[in-house]
């Protein structure tokens, strides 16, 4: 399973990006699928996620950013507004996957893309 994240890149504050993470590989069915970041010396953190189909978002992008799923449920897209400094990070895609229909589900973290917001 190998997970492809495009749409990173450098934007000027109060712009906006909408970063897409596609599944690809041996799966039966994908859940809790979702975007996370990391700043350098910092613990990776969750920004926009579904979990058992609802979409959960931190505290610090909650009304800027909006997280979608492709009708095959194997894209996730943040589409990213009003974007802060604050938000410059290396964006990754996370999901929950299962191969067979028989078997547990098992993470998954594309590489990051990285996401430059100037002042």
């Known amino acids: 399973v190998q997970l492809q994240a495009s749409g990173g890149g450098l934007v000027q504050a109060g712009g906006s990006l909408t970063l897409s993470c596609t599944a690809s590989?041996?799966?039966?069915?994908?859940?809790?699928m979702g975007w996370y970041r990391q700043t350098p010396g910092n613990q990776r953190e969750m920004v926009a996620a579904?979990?058992?189909?609802?979409?959960n978002y931190s505290p610090s992008v909650k009304g800027r950013f909006i997280v979608s799923r492709g009708h095959n449920h194997l894209t996730v897209n943040l589409q990213m507004n009003s974007l802060k400094p604050e938000d410059t990070a290396t964006y990754y895609c996370?999901?929950?996957?299962?191969?067979?229909?028989?078997?547990?589900?098992?993470?998954?973290w594309g590489k990051g893309t990285l996401v430059t917001v100037s002042s």
């Open positions: 996370n999901a929950n996957v299962k191969q067979f229909s028989v078997g547990p589900y098992m993470e998954y």
């Open positions: 579904f979990s058992s189909g609802n979409p």
């Open positions: 590989g041996t799966i039966y069915s994908i859940v809790d």
